[in-house]
């Protein structure tokens, strides 16, 4: 049967091209032959018809060749089949003499006569009249024996004519005697379509453009076989509500379409189909070595080094020692057709050989996890942990893992059962730490006990039958270095559940109590260096313990990650940032399958230097992989680190524009409504308030700071000691409107920055403060903030100083210096990703450069008078319009004719509409910029988070 082509073609343009230049030089210099070849669906027959339809277009002549002649009358079907097409070309006495020469022929053995030689040649000239005769041959190899050669004696005779002869041959055909007719032919080779061709052919075949992301999918499924993507093409068409999504077609099967490929491959050799079959199911995106092809299809090796030939020129597979199917679609459908049984079975006999052969662990580790029978006999410790590594489930990889830990030694048994416990504590809490107390008794050495011991550290939470862990853990440690954990661990948790006051008097008693000439131990030591720091006491004492710390070897620390993180975080709170990377470069190495808990810590770490170094996207994605690390609802020693990671994370998205991701953050992990009053919960009341105004509800941004600021006075905590506090406190508190407040927080801010002595805190100091004092000095410590803060690379922070100070110039009436301020602070924060920071300053770019606002409250709020924005604040804190006036000393109607006016601009018709404006993106910081960051509202009244009866501590407790 001849293969139908696609009813619509696309692209080829440089195979018509090639063949059109044959067609040219076929009038000049005589006779020209062309062989067009293409894997099977690759579209030849089409070409063919393409390019005869061309050609007629173009005044030429054309006789089309197609169909089976082995079932016809012998060799001279072909040659009878042409002359038959070309006499109707010719006008009736040239056609004549032409059937006559031709009947004489077949009577003496259809052997080319001088007559027969005469008569061909005059009816070539007579069709083509003076243009080219084109003579397309389709599956020119499917002529029979003979028929070639008879075909070449006769165009021989017109080799001064313009004739072109072009033919197709099926793909793994190898007939000898084609040499002799095709000798000197020139190739055009159809390749794949390429994916915009592929487009081209679904919108012609649906009728709709489909989207490019499922026209990628088609075609990298398809390889770009045009037969494979009408397929396509249909089955899209034909899915619900006519399309399909791109995953949904990277697991298509097409049964009838893949079957017309396995019928040509099967018509070539017999071989080549079992091997396809094989493939189809070994195939791990990889290659297969032909050996384990040789061994599964039963095939001698001879034998099937001839089907990979036939199939490797057929374009099916790769040409290459490691063999691909070059479809994915022929290895989804022929694979779906196959049991489940079988599949088992050729994965299982494919991992044995490879193993037997010491084939790479990874390699026989595919084919094992690709069997859902669980595997027998002696399999390496390596290869049953690769298993367990590329395992789609948890429940399998336990199984690979068991088995591992029961074949491994050494170093390879220490990552087994490692590995082991990790995948248990993810399947089932209570049984995974019960395994790793198990384990430790069995630990083939320290780093697997250490391993061991900072897993339970990481699991037990408060009320897991804690103690009853504990008692069997100091068992099991008895005489070896980690005896005595069970009292660490203790200890560490309640220093760090404890406020940090009291924790610092316990780990000093603890340190006292310590034997003379004994080394405390390092984790005390650590957590101690937090606590001093959280306090602020003495930044030098906290650091000197760090370094004591990390002084010692790094995997003492490994057992108890909290206080590995905690004296990491001291680093990084202390400025020295480049030390703490090294840190966790080191511990990388050291630890190369860490804990959940240490996996968790190292990405806050990360995070927190990206935050304070200002890159966002770092910070975005090392934060993640943390919050991924732990569980959500994570208790214990490991609630300070999860509450940090999520307030860091929730900042990151703010400071990108998107305060939806923020809020999710919060949700998702517990933190949006009551929280227990604990040190670590600063950062997350601090974010929150951020969070509040961004979504323009600045009553509830006033109750998280009033929360927070009670939290500090209960624990005696400065609000300095909060990387968050530092930057973005100011800014919140005279959002606010609490201007006094902002000048004593940031007044503060400046004082710890000159004990911390670090470039970047001093530059953030003198922002904030540069920003509260206004005017010419205001001008002078922003500029100067500037230059400090811009000797670290890259950040957000310049671009926040950068805006700052064009908000301070434009207040000043200084507009041009305004707006190269701020369009420095655009094009830092579009650079680092700072969206909101971006937004914000584009904003005021706009007021300050007299460009015109489109949105209508942003345009009002540039619109307001000073006094308007300061009444139209007292409005939205609750006073009424009694309270306003006498705080203000002016008259009711006063207060009221600039409310009115302030109405007016922002297109509202009173306090009522007020919660709509102010839930537009920047209408509250720009309505607060001007009214509340100059000073204190007249007559000294201040209106912001000390009217919420807290009182404010300005002064840090000293040593």
Same mark, same amino acid.
């Given at each position: 049967?001849?293969?139908?082509?696609?009813?619509?073609?696309?692209?080829?343009?440089?195979?018509?091209?090639?063949?059109?230049?044959?067609?040219?030089?076929?009038?000049?210099?005589?006779?020209?032959?062309?062989?067009?070849?293409?894997?099977?669906?690759?579209?030849?027959?089409?070409?063919?018809?393409?390019?005869?339809?061309?050609?007629?277009?173009?005044?030429?002549?054309?006789?089309?060749?197609? %169909?089976?002649?082995?079932?016809?009358?012998?060799?001279?079907?072909?040659?009878?089949?042409?002359?038959?097409?070309?006499?109707?070309?010719?006008?009736?006495?040239?056609?004549?003499?032409?059937?006559?020469?031709?009947?004489?022929?077949?009577?003496?053995?259809?052997?080319?006569?001088?007559?027969?030689?005469?008569?061909?040649?005059?009816?070539? !000239?007579?069709?083509?009249?003076?243009?080219?005769?084109?003579?397309?041959?389709?599956?020119?190899?499917?002529?029979?024996?003979?028929?070639?050669?008879? $075909?070449?004696? !006769?165009?021989?005779?017109?080799?001064?004519?313009?004739?072109?002869?072009?033919?197709?041959?099926?793909?793994?055909?190898?007939?000898?005697?084609? #040499?002799?007719?095709?000798?000197?032919?020139?190739?055009?080779? $159809?390749?794949?379509?390429?994916?915009?061709?592929?487009?081209?052919?679904?919108?012609?075949?649906?009728?709709?453009?489909?989207?490019?992301?499922?026209?990628?999918?088609?075609?990298?499924?398809?390889?770009?076989?045009?037969?494979?993507?009408?397929?396509?093409?249909?089955?899209?068409?034909?899915?619900?509500?006519?399309?399909?999504?791109? /995953?949904?077609?990277?697991?298509?099967?097409? &049964?009838?379409?893949?079957?017309?490929?396995?019928?040509?491959?099967?018509?070539?050799?017999?071989?080549?189909? %079992?091997?396809?079959?094989?493939?189809?199911?070994?195939?791990?995106?990889?290659?297969?070595?032909?050996?384990?092809?040789?061994?599964?299809?039963?095939?001698?090796?001879?034998?099937?080094?001839?089907?990979?030939?036939?199939?490797?020129?057929?374009?099916? !597979?790769?040409?290459?020692?490691?063999?691909?199917?070059?479809?994915?679609?022929?290895?989804?459908? !022929?694979?779906?057709?196959?049991?489940?049984?079988?599949?088992?079975?050729?994965?299982?006999?494919?991992?044995?050989?490879?193993?037997?052969?010491?084939?790479?662990?990874?390699?026989?580790?595919?084919?094992?996890?690709?069997?859902?029978?669980?595997?027998?006999?002696?399999?390496?410790?390596?290869?049953?942990?690769?298993?367990?590594?590329?395992?789609?489930?948890?429940?399998?990889?336990?199984?690979?893992?068991?088995?591992?830990?029961?074949?491994?030694?050494?170093?390879?048994?220490?990552?087994?059962?490692?590995?082991?416990?990790?995948?248990?504590?993810?399947?089932?809490?209570?049984?995974?730490?019960?395994?790793?107390?198990?384990?430790?008794?069995?630990?083939?050495?320290? &780093?697997?006990?250490? #391993?061991? /011991?900072?897993?339970?550290?990481?699991?037990?939470?408060?009320?897991?039958?804690?103690?009853?862990?504990?008692?069997?853990?100091?068992?099991?440690?008895?005489?070896?270095?980690?005896?005595?954990?069970?009292?660490?661990?203790?200890?560490?948790?309640?220093?760090?559940?404890?406020?940090?006051?009291?924790?610092?008097?316990?780990?000093?008693?603890?340190?006292?109590?310590?034997?003379?000439?004994?080394?405390?131990?390092?984790?005390?030591?650590?957590?101690?260096?937090?606590?001093?720091?959280?306090?602020?006491?003495?930044?030098?004492?906290?650091?000197?313990?760090?370094?004591?710390? /990390?002084?010692?070897?790094?995997?003492?620390?490994?057992?108890?990650?909290?206080?590995?993180?905690?004296?990491?975080?001291?680093?990084?709170?202390?400025?020295?940032?480049?030390?703490?990377?090294?840190?966790?470069?080191?511990?990388?190495?050291?630890?190369?399958?860490?804990?959940?808990?240490?996996?968790?810590?190292?990405?806050?770490?990360?995070?927190?230097?990206?935050?304070?170094?200002?890159?966002?996207?770092?910070?975005?994605?090392?934060?993640?992989?943390?919050?991924?690390?732990?569980?959500?609802?994570?208790?214990?020693?490991?609630?300070?680190?999860?509450?940090?990671?999520?307030?860091?994370?929730?900042?990151?998205?703010?400071?990108?524009?998107?305060?939806?991701?923020?809020?999710?953050?919060?949700?998702?992990? %517990?933190?949006?409504?009551?929280?227990?009053?604990?040190?670590?919960?600063?950062?997350?009341?601090?974010?929150?308030?951020?969070?509040?105004?961004?979504?323009?509800?600045?009553?509830?941004?006033?109750?998280?700071?009033?929360?927070?600021?009670?939290?500090?006075?209960?624990?005696?905590? &400065?609000?300095?000691?909060?990387?968050?506090?530092?930057?973005?406190?100011?800014?919140?508190?005279?959002?606010?409107?609490?201007?006094?407040?902002?000048?004593?927080?940031?007044?503060?801010?400046?004082?710890?920055?000159?004990?911390?002595?670090?470039?970047?805190?001093?530059?953030?100091?003198?922002?904030?403060? %540069?920003?509260?004092?206004?005017?010419?000095?205001?001008?002078?410590? /922003?500029?100067?903030?500037?230059?400090?803060?811009?000797?670290?690379?890259?950040?957000?922070?310049?671009?926040?100083?950068?805006?700052?100070?064009?908000?301070?110039?434009?207040?000043?009436?200084?507009?041009?210096?305004?707006?190269?301020?701020?369009?420095?602070?655009?094009?830092?924060?579009?650079?680092?990703?700072?969206?909101?920071?971006?937004?914000?300053?584009?904003?005021?770019?706009?007021?300050?450069?007299?460009?015109?606002?489109?949105?209508?409250?942003?345009?009002?709020?540039?619109?307001?008078?000073?006094?308007?924005?300061?009444?139209?604040?007292?409005?939205?804190?609750?006073?009424?319009?009694?309270?306003?006036?006498?705080?203000?000393?002016?008259?009711?109607?006063?207060?009221?004719?600039?409310?009115?006016?302030?109405?007016?601009?922002?297109?509202?018709?009173?306090?009522?509409?007020?919660?709509?404006?102010?839930?537009?993106?920047?209408?509250?910081?720009?309505?607060?910029?001007?009214?509340?960051?100059?000073?204190?509202?007249?007559?000294?009244?201040?209106?912001?988070?000390?009217?919420?009866?807290?009182?404010?501590?300005?002064?840090?407790?000293?040593?």
């Amino acid at each position: 049967m001849r293969d139908r082509p696609p009813a619509v073609f696309v692209g080829r343009r440089a195979q018509l091209g090639a063949l059109a230049s044959a067609r040219a030089d076929s009038t000049r210099d005589g006779l020209v032959t062309c062989v067009v070849t293409g894997e099977p669906g690759m579209g030849r027959t089409a070409l063919l018809d393409a390019f005869a339809t061309d050609s007629l277009a173009r005044g030429n002549a054309a006789v089309r060749l197609s %169909g089976r002649w082995r079932d016809r009358r012998g060799p001279a079907a072909l040659v009878d089949d042409l002359l038959r097409d070309l006499a109707e070309l010719c006008p009736d006495e040239v056609a004549r003499r032409l059937r006559a020469a031709w009947h004489d022929a077949r009577a003496t053995g259809a052997e080319p006569t001088c007559g027969l030689v005469a008569a061909v040649r005059e009816a070539v !000239v007579a069709s083509a009249g003076g243009s080219c005769l084109v003579v397309t041959v389709d599956d020119l190899d499917q002529a029979g024996t003979g028929g070639p050669a008879l $075909l070449h004696r !006769v165009l021989a005779a017109c080799s001064d004519l313009p004739v072109l002869l072009v033919a197709s041959l099926r793909p793994g055909a190898v007939v000898p005697e084609l #040499g002799e007719l095709l000798y000197g032919a020139r190739r055009v080779a $159809l390749g794949g379509l390429s994916r915009s061709e592929a487009g081209q052919l679904f919108e012609a075949r649906t009728g709709a453009r489909r989207p490019d992301g499922l026209v990628a999918e088609c075609h990298w499924l398809s390889a770009g076989n045009p037969l494979l993507l009408v397929g396509l093409a249909a089955w899209v068409a034909a899915g619900p509500e006519g399309t399909r999504t791109p /995953l949904e077609v990277r697991a298509a099967v097409l &049964p009838q379409v893949v079957q017309r490929v396995l019928d040509w491959v099967d018509r070539v050799d017999s071989d080549a189909g %079992g091997l396809v079959e094989v493939l189809a199911l070994v195939d791990r995106h990889r290659g297969t070595d032909t050996s384990v092809l040789v061994r599964l299809s039963g095939l001698d090796q001879h034998r099937a080094l001839d089907a990979l030939d036939v199939l490797a020129r057929m374009g099916i !597979v790769t040409d290459d020692d490691a063999v691909v199917l070059r479809h994915p679609l022929l290895r989804n459908t !022929v694979a779906a057709a196959t049991t489940l049984v079988a599949r088992n079975a050729v994965h299982l006999a494919a991992a044995a050989h490879l193993h037997e052969r010491g084939a790479p662990a990874d390699r026989v580790a595919d084919h094992l996890v690709a069997s859902t029978v669980p595997p027998t006999g002696n399999w390496s410790a390596g290869v049953l942990l690769r298993a367990a590594r590329a395992a789609d489930r948890d429940e399998d990889a336990v199984r690979y893992l068991e088995a591992a830990v029961r074949a491994a030694s050494g170093d390879e048994r220490g990552h087994a059962c490692l590995e082991l416990v990790d995948t248990r504590l993810r399947l089932d809490r209570a049984a995974g730490l019960d395994l790793a107390v198990a384990a430790l008794g069995q630990a083939p050495d320290e &780093p697997t006990r250490r #391993g061991l /011991l900072a897993r339970i550290a990481g699991t037990l939470q408060v009320g897991d039958t804690e103690e009853d862990v504990l008692r069997r853990v100091a068992v099991a440690v008895t005489g070896t270095e980690s005896q005595g954990w069970s009292d660490l661990h203790r200890l560490l948790s309640a220093v760090l559940d404890s406020p940090p006051a009291t924790a610092v008097e316990l780990a000093e008693r603890f340190l006292a109590d310590a034997d003379p000439g004994v080394e405390p131990h390092p984790a005390v030591v650590a957590v101690s260096a937090l606590c001093l720091h959280l306090l602020d006491r003495d930044p030098d004492e906290a650091l000197r313990r760090a370094h004591r710390v /990390l002084d010692r070897e790094l995997d003492e620390l490994t057992p108890h990650p909290v206080a590995l993180i905690a004296v990491l975080a001291v680093l990084v709170e202390g400025g020295q940032r480049e030390e703490a990377r090294a840190c966790v470069r080191r511990l990388r190495q050291l630890v190369p399958r860490p804990s959940t808990a240490l996996r968790a810590g190292l990405a806050l770490v990360a995070g927190r230097i990206a935050v304070s170094d200002g890159d966002l996207d770092t910070a975005r994605r090392r934060l993640a992989d943390g919050l991924d690390a732990l569980p959500v609802r994570t208790a214990g020693a490991l609630a300070p680190v999860r509450a940090n990671l999520v307030a860091l994370a929730a900042d990151v998205w703010l400071s990108r524009g998107d305060r939806e991701r923020a809020a999710a953050v919060l949700e998702h992990h %517990g933190y949006a409504g009551a929280l227990r009053p604990a040190w670590y919960h600063r950062e997350v009341l601090l974010v929150r308030a951020r969070l509040r105004i961004a979504e323009g509800d600045p009553p509830r941004a006033r109750r998280d700071l009033a929360e927070l600021h009670a939290l500090n006075e209960a624990l005696e905590l &400065p609000r300095v000691g909060s990387l968050l506090w530092r930057l973005h406190g100011v800014a919140l508190l005279d959002a606010l409107g609490s201007a006094e407040e902002a000048a004593r927080a940031a007044a503060e801010q400046v004082s710890h920055a000159e004990d911390a002595g670090s470039p970047q805190e001093r530059g953030r100091a003198l922002r904030v403060w %540069g920003w509260v004092r206004g005017g010419a000095e205001g001008e002078r410590l /922003l500029r100067e903030g500037i230059a400090l803060l811009q000797q670290a690379p890259g950040g957000w922070e310049p671009a926040r100083a950068y805006c700052d100070l064009g908000r301070l110039l434009t207040r000043a009436g200084r507009h041009q210096d305004a707006v190269t301020a701020l369009t420095e602070a655009v094009r830092r924060a579009e650079h680092c990703g700072a969206v909101a920071l971006g937004e914000q300053a584009r904003r005021h770019l706009r007021a300050a450069g007299g460009h015109a606002v489109q949105h209508v409250p942003l345009r009002g709020v540039v619109a307001l008078t000073r006094r308007e924005r300061e009444i139209l604040l007292d409005a939205v804190r609750g006073l009424t319009n009694k309270a306003i006036a006498a705080a203000r000393r002016i008259t009711r109607r006063t207060v009221e004719l600039h409310l009115s006016s302030a109405y007016r601009k922002l297109d509202i018709t009173g306090r009522d509409d007020l919660p709509d404006v102010l839930g537009h993106p920047g209408v509250w910081e720009l309505l607060t910029d001007g009214a509340a960051a100059g000073g204190v509202a007249p007559g000294g009244v201040d209106l912001g988070v000390a009217d919420l009866g807290v009182a404010v501590r300005v002064s840090r407790p000293r040593p």
